[in-house]
C-alpha cells in the first residue's frame, strides 16, 4: 500500500486561507473536519480545536486519532513557517470511549500522552461539561515552533503514517479472512450436492 499521507483541504476549491476549518481526508474518504482555526492578530499563534467525525466506527477500527492529530499539526507547520505556536485542544468524539474501561479518565490521559510525544508542553486537563456525558475533559497544549519540536513533530508523522499503513493490511486481511470463511460451507455443500447428482 503506497499511503502519502492524509489530505488536508480548506471548504473550498483552491488553496487553504489561514482561518478557515479544514477538511481531513484518507483518499475520498472524509474523516472529519476540524471546525475552529483561530489566530491572534500578528498571525503568530493558533489555536486548533474542535474536530468532529464523520464515522464513530471508522475511527475506532482504525485507530485514527493520532495520525490526524500529527498530520493536521505538520499541515499548519510546514505551510505557515511564521507561525511561532500552535495551542491545540482535544475534546470531541468521547462516544469512542463511551463504556470502554476508564472511561473519558482514560480518554484524557491518553490524549496528554499525545500531546507529550509531539513535543507540546504547558498540557492541561480540563473538565468540559457535556450534555449526554458528564464526566468530560478537554486536553490542552501548546507545541513550539522549534528545532527540537519539529524534528520530534517529523519522526511522528513517519512513525504514524507507518504504523496507519500495518493497521489497515492487518484489516484487509481479516476481512478477507472472514468473508472466505463466511464462504468456505457454502461451497463445500455445493460440492456435495453436486456429487450427488
Known sequence: MTFQGLRITGPRPGPYVLGDPIEVLDGSTHLGRLQRVSMNAGAGELLLEDFVTTDVELMR???LTRLITVEVLSFFVERYPTISAIGIVLSADIEV??????G???LA???E????SIGADHIRITP???PKYPAHFAVSGVWQYNRDNAQTLAAA??????AYVERVA???AAETTAANEANAPRSMLSRLLAKDR
Open 61 to 63: 477500527n482504525r485507530r
Open 97 to 102: 470511549i463511551e463504556g470502554a474501561p476508564g
Open 104 to 106: 473519558s479518565a482514560k
Open 109 to 111: 490521559s491518553v490524549r
Open 113 to 116: 500522552r499525545l500531546l507529550q
Open 128 to 130: 468540559r461539561p457535556h
Open 157 to 162: 508523522l513517519q512513525a504514524e503514517r507507518s
Open 170 to 172: 492487518a484489516l484487509a
